[in-house]
C-alpha cells in the first residue's frame, strides 16, 4: 500500500504538533507492523485542546438548535460524501473487512450524525406552570459544558460518533482522545468537522494512557466520557469523583445467550455466530457466552462448532467474516484464556492462531466450561464462543446473571411467555429475543453493574449531556 501521512492532534480546528513532538507508531493488525505515526500528548497539549473548547463553548451553546442540527446535517453528508476514505482509514488500522466496514459501520455512523441532529430540535422538560402561588415554574435543559471522552479500539469511528454527537448537539464542546492503537479514523473525523463546526467544538487529540488520564483529571471538563475496560472506568470514576465531575462509562461486557429446548437450533446456531464472530469477538455485546437447555445440547454444540467452522477470518480485502484481532496485546490476552482452559473444557472448533503474519485467530468453541471458569467470568473479547447447558429456567437465569457485568443478552425461543419472563429476569441493559446485536439510533445502549452507567444513542443518551436548571418567577 502506499504511505500514510503522519497523523495530527486537531485542536481549534487545525492540525496542531505536540509541544514535546513525541510520536508513537501505527500499527496494522494484519501485518503486526507500523504504517504510520501519530502524536503522543501530553499535559501541556491536552491543555491547548481544553483551552481551545473552553473558547469555543459559549459561543456554540449560544448557537439555537437549528443551527446545531444545520452543523450536524452537513457533517453527515460529508461524512458520507467520504464514506470511502473513512472505510479506508477504518480498515487500515483495524484490520475490518473492507466490504463489511462499508455496509455495516460507516452508514450507521451517518444516520446516528442524522439522528442526533434531530434531536438537537425536540429536548423535552416538565410543563411550565403555577406550583407555588404567586409564582411560575419552568424547566431549562443546558448543555453541561466542555466534555472529555475517551474511545476504545473495537469500533473507533462509530465509538466516537456515539460520544461526539449528542454532546455537540446539546451545545457542548468536545475533546476526544481515541485509542492509542486506532487513531485514524477519529483524526479524520476531526479534520472534516473543521470544515463545518466552529474552531474548538471538535478537538481530538492522540495519546496513551497517560494523556487521558490528564484529559480525565483535567478541572476545565464539566463531563467525563469513556468506553474501555473496568479498571479503567473505575480510574476514570474516582477521578471524576474528587472533582465533582459528571461520568458516563461504558465498560464491557459478558453477553449470556440463553438458548432453550423450543427454539429453532439451526437459526439460533447460525445467528449466535454471526453475532459471537463479527468484528472477531472485539463488542462488548458479542454473543461469547452461550447457556443451552441440557436436553439439546448435543445437536446445539454441533450445529455451532459446524458454523464456527465455516466462518472464516483474513485481510480486509478477502471475504471473510471478520478480521484479525487489534493488537499484539489483546492477541496475547485472547490465546492465554484458550492456554489456561481448565481439562473439563472441550474445544470443538478452532481455538488456534492462524498464520504467523497479524494478529489472526480462529474461529472457536469451548464446550464443558463451569460457572466459575475464568473463561465464563472474564470478558476474553475475541473470536471465542463458550457453551454451558442449564435444566431449567431458574437456572439458566441465576446461571446469565452471575457475572460482574450487565450489558446485554439474548434469549431464544418460541414460547412469548419464556421470552418475557426472561427479559425482565435478566439483570442487562438490552435484552434481544431471537436475535442478537443489532441496534438503531432511537433505542438506548447501556448496561448495569459493572458495565457502568449512563446511556449511549436514543434521546436517554442525549440527555446524560445536558443539565437541568429549574427558574422560578414571582409574580
Same mark, same amino acid.
Given at each position: 500500500?502506499?504511505?500514510?501521512?503522519?497523523?495530527?492532534?486537531?485542536?481549534?480546528?487545525?492540525?496542531?504538533?505536540?509541544?514535546?513532538?513525541?510520536?508513537?507508531?501505527?500499527?496494522?493488525?494484519?501485518?503486526?507492523?507500523?504504517?504510520?505515526?501519530?502524536?503522543?500528548?501530553?499535559?501541556?497539549?491536552?491543555?491547548?485542546?481544553?483551552?481551545?473548547?473552553?473558547?469555543?463553548?459559549?459561543?456554540?451553546?449560544?448557537?439555537?438548535?437549528?443551527?446545531?442540527?444545520?452543523?450536524?446535517?452537513?457533517?453527515?453528508?460529508?461524512?458520507?460524501?467520504?464514506?470511502?476514505?473513512? &472505510?479506508?482509514?477504518?480498515?487500515?488500522?483495524?484490520?475490518?473487512?473492507?466490504?463489511?466496514?462499508?455496509?455495516?459501520?460507516?452508514?450507521?455512523?451517518?444516520?446516528?450524525?442524522?439522528?442526533?441532529?434531530?434531536?438537537?430540535?425536540?429536548?423535552?422538560?416538565?410543563?411550565?406552570?403555577?406550583?407555588?402561588?404567586? #409564582?411560575?415554574?419552568?424547566?431549562?435543559?443546558?448543555?453541561?459544558?466542555?466534555?472529555?471522552?475517551?474511545? +476504545?479500539?473495537?469500533?473507533?469511528?462509530?465509538?466516537?460518533?456515539?460520544?461526539?454527537?449528542?454532546?455537540?448537539?446539546?451545545?457542548?464542546?468536545?475533546?476526544?482522545? +481515541?485509542?492509542?492503537?486506532? +487513531?485514524?479514523?477519529?483524526?479524520?473525523?476531526?479534520?472534516?468537522?473543521?470544515?463545518?463546526?466552529?474552531?474548538?467544538?471538535?478537538?481530538?487529540?492522540?495519546?496513551?494512557?497517560?494523556?487521558?488520564?490528564?484529559?480525565?483529571?483535567? +478541572?476545565?471538563?464539566?463531563?467525563?466520557?469513556?468506553?474501555?475496560?473496568?479498571?479503567?472506568?473505575?480510574?476514570?470514576?474516582?477521578?471524576?469523583?474528587?472533582?465533582?465531575?459528571?461520568?458516563?462509562?461504558?465498560?464491557?461486557?459478558?453477553?449470556?445467550?440463553?438458548?432453550?429446548?423450543?427454539?429453532?437450533?439451526?437459526?439460533?446456531?447460525?445467528?449466535?455466530?454471526?453475532?459471537?464472530?463479527?468484528?472477531?469477538?472485539?463488542?462488548?455485546?458479542?454473543?461469547?457466552?452461550?447457556?443451552?437447555?441440557?436436553? &439439546?445440547?448435543?445437536?446445539?454444540?454441533?450445529?455451532?462448532?459446524?458454523?464456527?467452522?465455516?466462518?472464516?477470518?483474513?485481510?480486509?480485502?478477502?471475504?471473510?467474516?471478520?478480521?484479525?484481532?487489534?493488537?499484539?496485546?489483546?492477541?496475547?490476552?485472547?490465546?492465554?484464556?484458550?492456554?489456561?482452559?481448565?481439562? #473439563?473444557?472441550?474445544?470443538?472448533?478452532?481455538?488456534?492462531?492462524?498464520?504467523?503474519?497479524?494478529?489472526?485467530?480462529?474461529?472457536? &468453541?469451548?464446550?464443558?466450561?463451569?460457572?466459575?471458569?475464568?473463561?465464563?467470568?472474564?470478558?476474553?473479547?475475541?473470536?471465542?464462543?463458550?457453551?454451558?447447558?442449564?435444566?431449567?429456567?431458574?437456572?439458566?437465569?441465576?446461571?446469565?446473571?452471575?457475572?460482574?457485568?450487565?450489558?446485554?443478552?439474548?434469549?431464544?425461543?418460541?414460547?412469548?411467555?419464556?421470552?418475557?419472563?426472561?427479559?425482565?429476569?435478566?439483570?442487562?441493559?438490552?435484552?434481544?429475543?431471537?436475535?442478537?446485536?443489532?441496534?438503531?439510533?432511537?433505542?438506548?445502549?447501556?448496561?448495569?453493574?459493572?458495565?457502568?452507567?449512563?446511556?449511549?444513542?436514543?434521546?436517554?443518551?442525549?440527555?446524560?449531556?445536558?443539565?437541568?436548571?429549574?427558574?422560578?418567577?414571582?409574580?
Amino acid at each position: 500500500m502506499s504511505a500514510t501521512p503522519e497523523l495530527q492532534n486537531i485542536v481549534g480546528g487545525v492540525p496542531t504538533p505536540t509541544a514535546a513532538g513525541r510520536r508513537s507508531e501505527v500499527i496494522d493488525p494484519t501485518t503486526g507492523q507500523a504504517y504510520t505515526t501519530a502524536p503522543v500528548s501530553e499535559s501541556a497539549d491536552v491543555d491547548a485542546a481544553v483551552a481551545a473548547a473552553a473558547a469555543a463553548f459559549p459561543g456554540w451553546r449560544d448557537t439555537t438548535p437549528a443551527e446545531r442540527q444545520l452543523a450536524m446535517l452537513r457533517l453527515a453528508d460529508a461524512v458520507e460524501a467520504r464514506a470511502e476514505e473513512f &472505510v479506508a482509514a477504518e480498515s487500515r488500522n483495524t484490520g475490518k473487512p473492507l466490504s463489511l466496514t462499508a455496509s455495516d459501520e460507516v452508514p450507521p455512523c451517518v444516520d446516528q450524525l442524522r439522528f442526533f441532529a434531530g434531536a438537537a430540535r425536540i429536548l423535552e422538560g416538565a410543563s411550565a406552570g403555577e406550583y407555588m402561588a404567586g #409564582h411560575t415554574s419552568w424547566i431549562r435543559r443546558e448543555p453541561v459544558g466542555v466534555v472529555g471522552q475517551v474511545t +476504545p479500539w473495537n469500533y473507533p469511528l462509530m465509538m466516537g460518533i456515539w460520544k461526539i454527537a449528542p454532546a455537540i448537539a446539546a451545545g457542548n464542546a468536545v475533546v476526544l482522545k +481515541p485509542s492509542d492503537t486506532t +487513531p485514524a479514523s477519529s483524526v479524520l473525523l476531526a479534520e472534516v468537522a473543521a470544515e463545518i463546526l466552529p474552531p474548538g467544538v471538535l478537538n481530538v487529540i492522540c495519546g496513551d494512557r497517560e494523556t487521558g488520564r490528564a484529559l480525565v483529571e483535567h +478541572p476545565t471538563p464539566a463531563m467525563v466520557s469513556i468506553t474501555g475496560s473496568v479498571r479503567a472506568g473505575m480510574e476514570v470514576a474516582g477521578s471524576a469523583a474528587r472533582d465533582v465531575k459528571r461520568v458516563h462509562l461504558e465498560l464491557g461486557g459478558k453477553a449470556p445467550v440463553v438458548v432453550f429446548a423450543d427454539a429453532d437450533l439451526a437459526a439460533a446456531a447460525e445467528g449466535i455466530a454471526a453475532a459471537g464472530y463479527y468484528n472477531a469477538g472485539q463488542d462488548c455485546t458479542a454473543a461469547t457466552r452461550v447457556l443451552v437447555h441440557a436436553s &439439546v445440547h448435543a445437536d446445539f454444540v454441533a450445529a455451532l462448532a459446524e458454523q464456527a467452522a465455516g466462518t472464516r477470518t483474513g485481510r480486509p480485502d478477502e471475504d471473510v467474516a471478520y478480521g484479525p484481532v487489534n493488537n499484539v496485546n489483546q492477541l496475547e490476552r485472547v490465546t492465554g484464556f484458550l492456554d489456561r482452559l481448565p481439562s #473439563h473444557a472441550r474445544v470443538l472448533a478452532g481455538g488456534n492462531r492462524q498464520g504467523d503474519v497479524g494478529y489472526f485467530l480462529e474461529a472457536t &468453541v469451548v464446550d464443558g466450561l463451569r460457572q466459575d471458569d475464568e473463561a465464563i467470568q472474564q470478558e476474553i473479547f475475541g473470536p471465542v464462543i463458550t457453551v454451558q447447558t442449564f435444566t431449567d429456567e431458574a437456572e439458566a437465569i441465576a446461571m446469565a446473571n452471575d457475572v460482574q457485568y450487565g450489558l446485554a443478552s439474548s434469549v431464544w425461543t418460541s414460547d412469548h411467555g419464556t421470552a418475557l419472563r426472561m427479559s425482565r429476569a435478566l439483570d442487562f441493559g438490552v435484552v434481544w429475543i431471537n436475535t442478537h446485536i443489532p441496534f438503531v439510533a432511537e433505542m438506548p445502549h447501556g448496561g448495569f453493574k459493572h458495565s457502568g452507567y449512563g446511556k449511549d444513542l436514543s434521546m436517554y443518551g442525549f440527555e446524560d449531556y445536558t443539565r437541568i436548571k429549574h427558574v422560578m418567577s414571582a409574580f
